[in-house]
């Protein structure tokens, strides 16, 4: 397996953990998930990351900008700071 296809199996393990009903969190906290991913990874990750943004409060650190660009290019909302 590939970094990215790594990255990207545990973000499925986390995230679905992390935005169970069940889950005393109301947020969730990503460093860098972008790394090694590829484009369509990131395209993809911003639809989940959004949809769980309307449960969740996210959080996401990295130096990366095609995040933003995959929210941007797909016209969801996102807070960049």
Do not use: C, W, Y
């Not at 906290?29 to 409060?57: N, Y």
């Not at 996401?60 to 797909?74: E, I, K, S, Y």
Request: no cysteine.
């Amino acid at each position: 397996m590939s970094q990215g296809e790594l990255h990207s199996l545990a973000l499925s393990l986390f995230l679905p953990r992390a935005a169970a009903p069940d889950s005393p969190f109301g947020f969730v906290v990503i460093d860098d998930p972008v790394q090694s991913m590829d484009p369509a990874k990131v395209h993809g990750l911003a639809k989940v990351l959004h949809h769980l943004g309307e449960t969740r409060q996210v959080v996401v650190f990295t130096h990366d900008t095609r995040l933003q660009r995959a929210f941007t290019n797909q016209e969801l909302p996102v807070t960049v700071l």
